[in-house]
T-cell receptor, first 110, second 111 residues
Framework: DAGITQSPRHKVTETGTPVTLRCHQT?????MYWYRQDPGHGLRLIHY???????DKGEVSDGYSVSRSKTEDFLLTLESATSSQTSVYFC?????????FGPGTRLTVL | GQQLNQSPQSMFIQEGEDVSMNCTSS?????WLWYKQDPGEGPVLLIA?????ELTSNGRLTAQFGITRKDSFLNISASIPSDVGIYFC???????????FGKGTHLIIQP
């Protein structure tokens, strides 16, 4: 158990609405990551954080923002959701050189 | 963005058979990781490889870090029904970088 929880686990929203996904960890890991998983693409990195208030972009960051005000929480925000952001979103933390994943959030944008 | 070339895309095997899958890349990685994902869950780490040429086992699973640092393979011996799932390879260049994933190998076991 990597001590990672994600909320909500499922969400359906409409195009143009803002959405925030939360990742919470209990292991006090410095590095946290957000990935999205789509059929035919595997997992792709959206944003990551290397400490409180320190974040950087990943491969597919357009349309997403993140915030990290506390070590244990990493938030992913879709300012104005689009149908192309329908996906499963995974949070991960880094322990040594190994990344451990949360259970995921399935987001559907109608 | 780059993704790893993982093959095969899917495998249909009989229970008890051995399984082999691999990942290749055009660039070097310093760490290779293998994950298994069950439906509705996040990827679970199976094996981590840190050195070129390294061969590591975890029960019935064996993985190797290619000598060129551009490939890795995973073997599963004597498959059982609970081995069903999607297996992903992932490469890491630097210690805290994001992972680069393969597209997965979907393992289906026929009793």
């Amino acid at each position: 158990d990597a001590g990672i929880t994600q909320s909500p686990r499922h969400k359906v929203t409409e195009t143009g609405t803002p959405v925030t996904l939360r990742c919470h960890q209990t292991e006090n890991h410095r590095y946290m990551y957000w990935y999205r998983q789509d059929p035919g693409h595997g997992l792709r990195l959206i944003h990551y954080s290397y400490g409180v208030k320190d974040t950087d972009k990943g491969e597919v960051s357009d349309g997403y923002s993140v915030s990290r005000s506390k070590t244990e929480d990493f938030l992913l925000t879709l300012e104005s959701a689009t149908s192309s952001q329908t996906s499963v979103y995974f949070c991960a933390t880094l322990a040594g050189q190994e990344q451990f994943f949360g259970p995921g959030t399935r987001l559907t944008v109608l | 963005g780059q993704q790893l070339n993982q093959s095969p895309q899917s495998m249909f095997i009989q229970e008890g058979e051995d399984v082999s899958m691999n990942c290749t890349s055009s660039s070097i990685f310093n760490t290779w990781l293998w994950y298994k994902q069950d439906p509705g869950e996040g990827p679970v780490l199976l094996i981590a490889l840190y050195k070129a040429g390294e061969l590591t086992s975890n029960g019935r699973l064996t993985a190797q870090f290619g000598i060129t640092r551009k490939d890795s393979f995973l073997n599963i011996s004597a498959s059982i029904p609970s081995d069903v799932g999607i297996y992903f390879c992932a490469g890491l260049r630097g210690g805290a970088d994001g992972l680069t994933f393969g597209k997965g190998t979907h393992l289906i076991i026929q009793p």
